[in-house]
């Protein structure tokens, strides 16, 4: 059984900066692309970034030149490095990788992080 755990969300003043984390573990035996997305509240869940397992990257246009994603094959690990973050970033975010497993290729989805921008 595979699992994501997120880490790094909280509250942030305007202007401020976080570095999210989700971390796949159990039997996952490769990781292709892995995706950062949010929801706020009461809209839709948005693609913010993807990074393939080759280091190839894409950024939602509302977030481009503020945030970084970047990961650790090693240790099945997908970051997101928020900066200059604004309140209409404030959101729950979630990470989802597309993964080979014991049972074939699947989505996986981490439980969400709260990320809040407010003074």
């Known amino acids: 059984q595979v699992q994501l755990v997120e880490a790094g969300g909280g509250l942030v003043q305007p202007g401020g900066s976080l570095r999210l984390s989700c971390a796949a573990a159990g039997v996952i035996f490769s990781i292709n692309t892995m995706v950062w997305y949010r929801q706020a509240p009461g809209k839709q869940r948005e693609l913010f970034a993807t990074?393939?397992?080759?280091?190839?990257?894409y950024y939602a246009a509302s977030v481009k030149g503020r945030s970084t994603i970047s990961r650790d094959n090693a240790k099945n690990t997908v970051y997101l490095q928020m900066n200059s973050l604004k309140p209409e970033d404030t959101a729950v975010y979630y990470c989802?990788?597309?993964?080979?497993?014991?049972?074939?290729?699947?989505?996986?989805w981490g439980q969400g992080t709260q990320v809040t921008v407010s003074s």
């Open positions: 989802k990788v597309v993964g080979l497993s014991d049972s074939g290729v699947s989505d996986y």
């Open positions: 990074i393939t397992r080759g280091g190839s990257t």
